[in-house]
């Protein structure tokens, strides 16, 4: 059976009459074809643009105004009620403030899946969600009811597959989920917004961290850490060959951007203690890669499921592979990832999320500690 077919789970919209549904419309494609889907179905929801950003900075909003346009044009045509919810402070005080937490401590964050529980599901929940049986949003993912249990499952593209990135959120904002561009393709959703002749069907999609837009990274963690220079040592042969000016600006695997010569120097470890960075010489060093690592603080995603399988595929970062692996349960309540072939770059404070062996169900995610 043809892949876009065995998962593809198509929404009951008869089911949805008497919801109340709201949907996050950020002026994207994406949401654009939500708000599409659901008035095609009859259905008219309340549309919310959530203005995030870090700390006061306004003009570091990622394109809020073009995007607020976008988003008026959407809701008008399909009749639909829009309303501002600013999460400002939100996003800085909780996402922010994580990512820049984690980053000094030599760890890998993922803002991205921390917006999903803090702010999307999170803070406009808190201001505005809890009068409404549903949130929608334009992720490519699926829920479904499996022996009575709502499960968070794949996209059919594998490529624009969001469950990594909803792998944290809680258990009752799961509930309350729904991704009703979910059973789409990529490719489908640009159709969708030409035919409909929709004012964004052919605005890029965002890249990178959403209220940054076009500012480097780097140069957001350097307005919040500064910088701290240290050495950067050769791991097998002690040697040092250089320097680095914070330990924040680089990641584990990292290859690019470390102004090192005689390349390719791969990033493999980072002692934070002694300010000190570790590489790798050459194309594909052994020491760039892991088949075993530790997860704690699981969040599982389903209300009812407390434990792995034996058998599991996983991901570490947006690629659409999943690697297939064994899990064993610690005592102490973490996991023991041991994966069947080799992974590169694997950090701590990423974010390991766990699939089926089918990777058909997402049953979450933890973070991973070496």
Same mark, same amino acid.
């Given at each position: 059976? $043809?892949?876009?077919?065995?998962?593809?789970?198509?929404?009951?919209?008869?089911?949805?009459?008497?919801?109340?549904?709201?949907?996050?419309?950020?002026?994207?494609?994406?949401?654009?074809?939500?708000?599409?889907?659901?008035?095609?179905?009859?259905?008219? $929801?309340?549309?919310?643009?959530?203005?995030?950003?870090?700390?006061?900075?306004?003009?570091?909003?990622?394109?809020?105004?073009?995007?607020?346009?976008?988003?008026?044009?959407?809701?008008?045509?399909?009749?639909?009620?829009? #309303?501002?919810?600013?999460?400002?402070?939100?996003?800085?005080?909780?996402?922010?403030?994580?990512?820049?937490?984690?980053?000094?401590?030599?760890?890998?964050?993922?803002?991205?899946?921390?917006?999903?529980?803090?702010?999307?599901?999170?803070?406009?929940?808190?201001?505005?969600?809890?009068?409404? %049986?549903?949130?929608?949003?334009?992720?490519?993912?699926?829920?479904?009811?499996? %022996?009575?249990?709502?499960?968070?499952?794949?996209?059919?593209?594998?490529?624009?597959? #969001?469950? %990594?990135?909803?792998?944290?959120?809680?258990?009752? #904002?799961?509930?309350?989920?729904?991704?009703?561009?979910?059973?789409?393709?990529?490719?489908?959703?640009?159709?969708?917004?030409?035919?409909?002749?929709?004012?964004?069907?052919?605005?890029?999609?965002?890249?990178?961290?959403?209220?940054?837009?076009?500012?480097?990274?780097?140069?957001?963690?350097?307005?919040?850490?500064?910088? #701290?220079?240290?050495?950067?040592?050769?791991?097998? !042969?002690?040697?040092?060959?250089?320097?680095?000016?914070?330990?924040?600006?680089?990641?584990?695997?990292?290859?690019?951007?470390?102004?090192?010569?005689?390349?390719?120097?791969?990033?493999?470890?980072?002692?934070?203690?002694?300010?000190?960075?570790?590489?790798?010489?050459?194309?594909?060093?052994?020491?760039?890669?892991?088949?075993?690592?530790?997860?704690?603080?699981?969040?599982?995603? !389903?209300?009812?499921?407390?434990?792995?399988?034996?058998?599991?595929?996983?991901?570490?970062? &947006?690629?659409?592979?999943?690697?297939?692996? !064994?899990?064993?349960?610690?005592?102490?309540?973490?996991?023991?990832?041991?994966? %069947?072939?080799?992974?590169?770059?694997?950090?701590?404070?990423?974010?390991?999320?766990?699939?089926?062996?089918? &990777?058909?169900?997402?049953?979450?995610?933890?973070?991973?500690?070496?």
């Amino acid at each position: 059976m $043809p892949f876009f077919l065995y998962f593809c789970t198509m929404i009951d919209y008869s089911a949805l009459k008497d919801k109340r549904i709201a949907v996050l419309l950020s002026g994207g494609v994406d949401s654009s074809v939500v708000v599409w889907e659901m008035a095609s179905h009859g259905l008219h $929801p309340d549309c919310f643009y959530i203005k995030i950003g870090p700390e006061e900075k306004e003009s570091w909003d990622c394109n809020s105004e073009e995007d607020m346009e976008m988003a008026t044009a959407v809701a008008r045509r399909f009749d639909c009620r829009l #309303q501002v919810v600013d999460c400002h402070h939100e996003y800085w005080s909780q996402v922010t403030r994580y990512t820049m937490e984690k980053v000094k401590a030599g760890f890998t964050p993922n803002p991205d899946v921390m917006c999903n529980r803090l702010i999307k599901f999170g803070a406009f929940d808190e201001k505005m969600g809890h009068d409404y %049986d549903l949130i929608a949003t334009g992720h490519y993912a699926q829920t479904e009811i499996i %022996d009575g249990r709502k499960w968070l499952t794949t996209s059919p593209d594998p490529v624009k597959d #969001q469950t %990594d990135f909803l792998a944290q959120i809680y258990q009752w #904002q799961l509930k309350k989920a729904l991704f009703p561009i979910g059973h789409f393709v990529k490719g489908q959703v640009r159709e969708i917004a030409e035919r409909e002749h929709l004012i964004n069907a052919h605005r890029k999609d965002s890249q990178g961290i959403c209220f940054l837009g076009n500012i480097d990274y780097n140069e957001y963690v350097r307005r919040y850490l500064g910088e #701290q220079r240290g050495d950067v040592i050769e791991l097998e !042969t002690g040697k040092k060959i250089g320097e680095h000016k914070g330990l924040w600006f680089h990641t584990i695997g990292q290859r690019k951007g470390l102004g090192l010569g005689g390349g390719p120097w791969f990033v493999v470890k980072k002692d934070v203690a002694h300010n000190i960075l570790y590489v790798s010489h050459g194309y594909d060093p052994e020491t760039a890669y892991k088949k075993e690592f530790l997860i704690h603080d699981f969040d599982f995603l !389903t209300e009812g499921i407390s434990t792995l399988p034996e058998r599991v595929t996983f991901k570490i970062r &947006h690629t659409p592979e999943y690697h297939p692996a !064994t899990v064993e349960t610690l005592d102490d309540g973490r996991y023991r990832v041991l994966s %069947d072939e080799k992974i590169h770059g694997v950090a701590p404070g990423q974010f390991c999320v766990i699939y089926d062996a089918e &990777h058909h169900k997402c049953f979450g995610s933890g973070e991973i500690t070496l």
